[in-house]
């Protein structure tokens, strides 16, 4: 796993890093309300800002990456509303594997238990994965787990901040989530986060993704309706 390296803020090298802040695309999307959504970006192959842009609802329940797979039943039109944005002078109808992408398996797709304990079917794989927009200052996390949602029941794509590490149904091995792979890279403090999920239609609320913010150590647990 390698990360880009942050810039030296601070001659006092013993000091904790900063809390990451992602910042919300400013827009509102999905099928099942309006809610704030998150740039990430998958498939930068050599840290130029070549990867493929993603706007992702952020996911407590879950520790998967998922970006929507191919559909041959999603146009364009489509494919924007799932948060797919221009790629190559189009707008791709799910994931473009690249360079990076390394095939893993076709598995279940376990959900949260808000979808009734429902499966679908994911594409598993690895890729490089990075916060924000793509570009050459995007902070980027190679070899992690990222899944095709090959359904389009799951809208929009999902970035799983759960804790707890990551194996397909088959699979005798598992990997850490991007949440635990950034605090190994020195990026972040601790492995905590701080979310308010934004809505178009309640204005007062403020939406904001705070990565491991305030805290080295805690014992608090919350729980997200």
């Given at each position: 796993?390698?990360?880009?390296?942050?810039?030296?803020?601070?001659?006092?090298?013993?000091?904790?890093?900063?809390?990451?802040?992602?910042?919300?695309?400013?827009?509102?999307?999905?099928?099942?309300?309006?809610?704030?959504?998150?740039?990430?970006?998958?498939?930068?192959s050599?840290?130029?800002?070549?990867?493929?842009?993603?706007?992702?609802?952020?996911?407590?329940?879950?520790?998967?990456?998922?970006?929507?797979?191919?559909?041959?039943?999603?146009?364009?039109?489509c494919?924007?509303?799932?948060?797919?944005?221009?790629?190559?002078?189009?707008?791709?109808?799910?994931?473009?594997?690249?360079?990076?992408?390394?095939?893993?398996?076709?598995y279940?797709?376990?959900?949260?238990?808000?979808?009734?304990?429902?499966?679908?079917?994911?594409?598993?794989?690895?890729?490089?994965?990075?916060?924000?927009?793509?570009?050459?200052?995007?902070?980027?996390?190679?070899?992690?787990?990222v899944?095709?949602?090959?359904?389009?029941e799951l809208?929009?794509?999902?970035?799983?901040?759960?804790?707890?590490?990551?194996?397909?149904?088959?699979?005798?091995?598992?990997?850490?989530?991007?949440?635990?792979?950034?605090?190994?890279?020195?990026?972040?403090?601790?492995?905590?986060?701080?979310?308010?999920?934004?809505?178009?239609?309640?204005?007062?609320?403020?939406?904001?993704l705070?990565?491991?913010?305030?805290?080295?150590?805690?014992?608090?647990?919350?729980?997200?309706?």
């Amino acid at each position: 796993m390698i990360s880009k390296k942050r810039a030296d803020t601070s001659s006092n090298t013993t000091a904790p890093p900063a809390p990451y802040v992602l910042t919300p695309t400013g827009e509102f999307n999905g099928n099942d309300g309006d809610w704030s959504t998150f740039w990430i970006n998958v498939g930068d192959s050599d840290g130029t800002g070549h990867g493929q842009n993603f706007k992702v609802l952020i996911s407590t329940s879950s520790a998967l990456i998922i970006v929507p797979g191919h559909s041959e039943v999603c146009d364009s039109n489509c494919a924007e509303g799932r948060g797919l944005a221009t790629y190559n002078s189009a707008i791709p109808d799910g994931l473009v594997e690249g360079k990076s992408w390394k095939l893993v398996g076709t598995y279940e797709l376990k959900l949260p238990e808000w979808w009734f304990n429902k499966t679908l079917t994911g594409k598993y794989g690895t890729d490089n994965v990075g916060l924000g927009q793509s570009s050459a200052q995007s902070l980027i996390l190679t070899d992690q787990y990222v899944v095709q949602n090959l359904d389009l029941e799951l809208y929009m794509g999902l970035f799983g901040l759960a804790y707890g590490d990551v194996a397909t149904s088959n699979s005798g091995s598992s990997k850490p989530p991007f949440l635990t792979n950034f605090f190994a890279s020195n990026q972040i403090p601790s492995k905590s986060f701080g979310y308010t999920a934004g809505a178009k239609y309640s204005k007062w609320m403020p939406f904001n993704l705070y990565i491991h913010a305030r805290f080295v150590t805690n014992t608090l647990a919350t729980s997200f309706l």
